[in-house]
């Protein structure tokens, strides 16, 4: 069974920046997919940006490209979104999903695993 659990959200003001981070157990995730999605209030889940753990590439909404950045470090088995000059309408409850199979990208349908979900609220 794998389990993700997400961390670091919190409250910022507009224009600040936070670091989530999605820490992994369960398996070795040398070859999955590992993905970050958000669901505001009354939308419907969006997603934010993904990367491959084996041949690294990373792939980002591309409303999101140029102020957030997904990284992972493999020895801890975390996932990190760096959230730069963030805005109130990037408020929401971001998750942490990973595919094992290596082969999701965008699509949440594509990821097997969830994490619980981490609050992220901008204020103006």
């Known amino acids: 069974q794998v389990q993700l659990v997400e961390s670091g959200g919190g409250l910022v003001q507009a224009g600040g920046s936070l670091r989530l981070s999605c820490a992994a157990s369960?398996?070795?995730?040398?070859?999955?997919?590992m993905g970050w999605f958000r669901q505001a209030p009354g939308k419907e889940r969006e997603f934010v940006a993904a990367?491959?753990?084996?041949?690294?590439?990373?792939h980002y909404a591309d409303s999101l490209k140029g102020r957030f950045s997904i990284s992972r470090d493999n020895a801890k088995n975390t996932v990190y979104l760096q959230m730069n000059s963030l805005r109130p309408e990037d408020t929401a409850v971001y998750y942490c999903?990973?595919?094992?199979?290596?082969?999701?990208?965008?699509?949440?349908?594509?990821?097997?695993?969830w994490g619980q979900g981490t609050q992220v609220t901008v204020s103006s």
């Open positions: 999903a990973a595919d094992p199979t290596g082969q999701a990208l965008g699509a949440e349908d594509d990821y097997y695993y």
């Open positions: 369960g398996r070795t995730f040398s070859s999955y997919v």
């Open positions: 990367i491959r753990l084996g041949v690294i590439t990373t």
